[in-house]
């Protein structure tokens, strides 16, 4: 009776990714994954807002153990986008077994990577801190708060997998269920640790840890609640090399992209240090209200990648041409508004956080231009989820060293040599407009050759 109930679910999952109309099943997978990014964003913010009111040096810890975060996040993305989109194409081709084999092996060698991580940390944790842009003034903050964070990194890596696994699956809402549940006892945390208890910088990174674990229980229930089309058991790690290789070549694109994250984290700290604290702590703040708002349009993409892994999968080549341009209306649209409406309230929102009047004064010309920059970003997101969605590694792995990497550090570091922290404001912007430029070619031609691929299909059936 099990197996015909996980049959007819498959059959089911199988028809719905498949048969749905795309705005809908875009719509449908994208808002439990928009929820789950805002509730992410929403306590990364919650962090910065607390940490903000124990003064400038503080707030400037924020930025540099995002840095780590970054580092964390980068495997766990890598082993999360490389067994969720193996294991979707898998069940797209209606091979459970396959896609047990994939998510098995990416998520415990997450959780391997994870305690690597969590123990090389601990050991040489002042010239990490330090490597990863703090100053004198910043690093006593930034170690305790790193402490905590590297204890919780074996589950914030394996949750990353759990996460993917789940949207690549088309299970979108169990995996905006644990993101949110640990999102929003962050928030809470936050507020009982820090202003209720007076823990300080401790009181957040304990809250974050606490938080991130048992959003990585949670999510682990799912599986083990039978919830999944693909099974989690030691048994189903492949005991065949080649298979890791695989699912750390397909998830590369992601930690280059979130490694990238890191390394400009770095560096720009780095920079804005050689200003000021108040610089360090304006360039972390404009980046968190960055990435809230480009989190929702973000959501809306990751909901697109089961769909294009599954449908490409399915060879169902026409529903992932418009799923692309579908997504990509969406988030154009959606940017395009919150981009207008940031930069008349840009002073406002930077003030949220640091009520320091230099800090204010950073922030506001930083957060204009970034949300300009932020109208050139969903073609080249967009694309890179496609392309990595479907296997293209190579061209999925261009296109995420483009924006945080190959295009941001040269721009960093020429502009702030020439125009010193002006040219440390405007530099994601400019690396934002080059990016998309270099990424619109590559989805022509493959669109042109999904339209092909289309075609062969067709006449192969008549």
Known sequence: MDMQEAASREARQYEKMTRTP????????GIPTTVSMLVTSVYNMADTFFVGKEGTSAS??????????????????????????????????????????????????????????????LIFIDPLMRLLGSTDTILPYARTYAVFILLAAPFMCASCVLNNVLRFEGQALFAMIGLASGGLLNIFGDWLLMSKLQMDVMGAGISTAVSQTISFLILLTMFLRGK??????????????????????????????????????????????????????????????????????????????????????????GRVKKAFFFTFAVGEVFLGAVALIGMQLADSLVAIFQD????????????????????????????????????????????????????????????????????????????DVLTMFVALPFVIHFLRELKRKETEAVSDVI
């Open 22 to 29: 795309i705005p809908r099943l875009v719509i449908q997978l």
């Open 356 to 431: 320091d009047p230099m800090v204010i004064e950073i922030g506001v010309t930083a957060l204009i231009a970034q949300f300009a920059g932020q109208l050139f970003q969903p073609l080249a997101v967009c694309a890179n989820m496609m392309f990595q969605s479907v296997g293209k590694t190579g061209i999925a792995t261009l296109l995420s060293m483009l924006r945080s990497g190959l295009f941001f550090l040269p721009v960093l570091l020429i502009l702030s040599a020439l125009f010193e922290l002006t040219g440390i404001q405007y530099a994601q912007a400019i690396a």
């Open 60 to 121: 400037g810890a924020i930025g540099v153990v995002f840095g780590l975060m970054a580092i964390i996040q980068a495997f766990g993305f890598m082993y999360g986008q490389g067994a969720g989109s193996i294991s979707s194409r898998a069940l797209g081709n209606k091979d459970v077994q396959k896609a047990s084999l994939y998510s098995s092996t990416g998520f415990f060698t997450a959780l391997l990577t994870g305690v690597i991580i969590m123990i090389l940390g």
């Open 228 to 317: 999944t089309s693909a099974k989690l058991s030691l048994h189903n790690i492949t005991r065949d090399i080649r298979d890791l290789f695989l699912i750390c070549k397909t998830g590369f694109p992601s930690l280059v992209r979130q490694g990238l994250t890191s390394i400009s984290t770095m560096f720009l700290n780095d920079r804005a240090g050689l200003h000021s604290d108040a610089a360090v702590a304006a360039m972390s703040i404009v980046n968190r209200i960055c990435f809230f708002t480009f989190a929702t349009a973000l959501g809306i993409g990751q909901g697109f990648q089961p769909v294009c892994a599954f449908n490409y999968g399915a060879k169902k080549y």
